[in-house]
T-cell receptor, first 111, second 114 residues
């Protein structure tokens, strides 16, 4: 069945560091790929959405590229800030609207 | 536009009590999801409705968890009876329901069962 894998449980960085959060997926369909961000005490918010292979999603300095070849959708940001500290979830949505979430990656950014 | 509204934001229950959590989806959205979120298990699907019909019911949660969608603008999640292991954040989300749309989440209800 379909699945999403985020291997990093926690990433700790300093301000202005480069961020890379790993996400790989497994599916036999052509899904929509998503990144959500969840700040403490809030629900997950949609950060990025990409619907077509080889396209890139960009939002608030974050970017992710839908790589059908490597079945990956890694999240990157050139320079993180303390305010980016949150949990980041990768997800895929099938055409029938079934959704699969990764386990989430806790990002801690130290000032 | 109003987002997904969940009430209450916090709930404290004694073991064995019945609690009801409420969710108002985004107006016009056809799909509604209930999730349980814990640090250990992450996001677990409890129920999925499409146009008020139950499409998926998380197997492990069937015996004490019951989600209902009374009309297109209101859903409830009943936990009966509650157990301490039910302590978690319960999230409701809705989406338009057309091909691959991203769901919009509410702020969640934090449940503590003593």
């Amino acid at each position: 069945g379909d699945s999403v894998t985020q291997k990093q449980g926690q990433v700790t960085l300093s301000e202005d560091d480069f961020l890379f959060i790993n996400c790989t997926y497994s599916t036999t369909t052509y899904p929509t790929l998503l990144w959500y961000v969840q700040y403490l005490g809030q629900g997950p918010q949609l950060l990025l959405k990409v619907t077509t292979a080889n396209n890139k999603g960009i939002s608030r300095g974050f970017e992710a590229t839908y790589d059908k070849g490597t079945t990956s959708f890694h999240l990157q940001k050139a320079s993180v800030q303390e305010s980016d500290s949150a949990v980041y979830f990768c997800a895929l949505v099938e055409s029938n609207n079934r959704i699969f979430f990764g386990d989430g990656t806790q990002l801690v950014v130290k000032p | 536009d109003a987002g997904v509204t969940q009430t209450p934001r916090h709930e404290v229950a004694e073991k064995g009590q019945t609690i009801i959590l409420k969710c108002e989806p985004v107006s016009g959205h056809n799909d509604l999801f209930w999730y349980r979120q814990t640090k250990i298990q992450g996001l677990e699907l409890l129920s999925y409705f499409r146009s008020k019909s139950l499409m998926e019911d998380g197997g492990a949660f069937k015996d004490r968890f019951k989600a209902e969608m009374l009309n297109s603008s209101f859903s409830t999640l009943k936990i009966q009876p509650t157990e301490p292991k039910d302590s978690a954040v319960y999230l409701c989300a809705s989406s338009p329901g057309t091909g691959g749309q991203a769901p919009l989440f509410g702020e969640g209800t934090r449940l503590s069962v003593l």
